[in-house]
């Protein structure tokens, strides 16, 4: 299994940016796929799921109307549109599998090396 | 939402001693408990699931245990690559969130 984040960066605040995740190693269309993030230094913050077939979305309150997390089945790719970026949602953003096939079980069994969003004038 | 919090902050301990972490949720999530490891400038692993189901390919000197509202990771004889932050985290409900960590470094 195979997590490869990318589209990090530095990006001012109200700006937008776009993550990507490539994965690999598995059957990318029967796993829910999250988006977890960390700040510098800090802990770990759930921020999205998109469902195995795309049907279902959910978000953090924290970024709920600024995020939005959609999939390729096709293409096996993961992506995480952020919009109104704030100084707060400066973290390394990671790409993570959920354990169950099928369904959302919400505990994670791979990770990518995360990217790095810097939101900053 | 639910609270996890961990103790201790940080853990000083030697090879070969044992390690006791302990985590606690504001509220009961049941059996719905995993513990993830992580290390400086690596992505967080899966340990535990499910309170004390360990990940394949986990060695058995992990171990944890607990129900409702408090858990203990423990570590029977710390090698050299187990000093790392130790997370946990629920999936009892919406949203899943997880502790702010024990950091367990070399005394």
């Known amino acids: 299994v195979q997590l490869v984040e990318s589209g990090g960066g530095v990006v001012q605040p109200g700006r937008s940016l776009r993550l990507s995740c490539a994965a690999s190693g598995f059957t990318f269309r029967s796993y829910g796929m999250h988006w977890v993030r960390q700040a510098p230094g800090k802990g770990l913050e759930w921020v999205a799921v998109?469902?195995?077939?795309?049907?279902?979305?959910y978000y953090a309150d924290s970024v709920k109307g600024r995020f939005t997390i959609s999939r390729d089945n096709y293409e096996n790719t993961l992506s995480l549109e952020m919009n109104s970026l704030r100084a707060e949602d400066t973290a390394v953003y990671y790409c993570?599998?959920?354990?169950?096939?099928?369904?959302?079980?919400?505990?994670?069994?791979?990770w990518g090396q995360g990217t790095l969003v810097t939101v900053s004038s | 939402e639910i609270v996890m919090t961990q103790s201790p902050v940080t853990l000083s301990v030697s090879p070969g001693e044992r390690a006791t972490l302990s985590c606690r949720a504001s509220?009961?999530?049941?059996?719905?408990l995993a513990w993830l490891q992580q290390k400086p400038g690596q992505a967080p692993r899966l340990l535990i699931y499910?309170?004390?189901t360990r990940v394949t390919g986990i060695p058995p000197r992990f171990s944890a245990s607990g129900s409702g509202t408090e858990f203990t990771l423990t570590i029977s004889s710390l090698q050299s690559e187990d000093f790392a932050v130790y997370y946990c985290q629920h999936y009892n409900n919406w949203p899943p969130t997880f502790g702010p960590g024990t950091k367990v470094h070399f005394k």
């Open positions: 998109m469902s195995s077939d795309g049907g279902k979305k």
């Open positions: 993570a599998k959920d354990f169950c096939s099928g369904g959302n079980c919400y505990y994670f069994d791979y």
């Open positions: 499910d309170i004390s």
């Open positions: 509220q009961s999530v049941r059996s719905n």
